[in-house]
């Protein structure tokens, strides 16, 4: 999906400032699953606004500039249910840690094992947010985008912990 798709979506479920879209990846559990920055989402929101597809209002704010509302509309429905109608792409796992894995015969032992644990706190600290996020959602799709979310993260973690003396002695045995 686009960042333009994502957006609408994010609105059908109600009005947010592009900060509270940003927020919604970053602490709501989206992340695992679709990915956007701001550099991505405003630009994705003035084009919506200039197509007629996301109407924006301004709310004046104390010694802050304005903050932009941003809302669907009736239009921007219309071609968000049009975009989950069409073929949906094959997912696609990108993963810096993954990479370096692949890799971790040329690094030290010691890197390794530095990697794993950053990468397994990582995994962990996820799904502790994502286990906070449980009892607020409201739709069966949400608790399915959420449960799968949980089922990556701790398959992902199983497969690491039963795995990670295997590459790491490969490591340390490359060091040799």
């Not at 809302?71 to 975009?83: N, V």
Request: charged share 30%.
């Amino acid at each position: 999906m686009d960042v333009r798709t994502i957006c609408l979506g994010i609105l059908s479920r109600g009005e947010a400032t592009g900060y509270e879209i940003k927020k919604l990846f970053d602490e709501d559990g989206y992340q695992h699953f679709i990915e956007a920055s701001f550099g991505s989402i405003y630009p994705a929101l003035n084009r919506l606004t200039e197509e007629g597809l996301v109407s924006v209002r301004e709310e004046a704010q104390e010694k802050r500039p304005d903050r932009k509302v941003y809302s669907i509309t009736p239009a921007g429905r219309t071609a968000f249910l049009a975009a989950l109608m069409k073929p949906i792409p094959e997912d696609r796992h990108r993963s810096p840690f993954v990479f370096a894995m692949l890799f971790s015969h040329l690094l030290p032992q010691d890197r390794v094992t530095r990697l794993i644990d950053a990468y397994i706190d990582q995994s962990e600290a996820k799904l502790s947010q994502i286990a906070e996020k449980r009892p607020e959602l409201k739709s069966a799709g949400e608790r399915f985008v959420v449960g799968m979310g949980q089922a990556i993260y701790e398959a992902m973690l199983k497969f690491i912990r039963a795995h990670r003396a295997e590459i790491e002695e490969r490591a340390a045995e490359a060091a040799e």
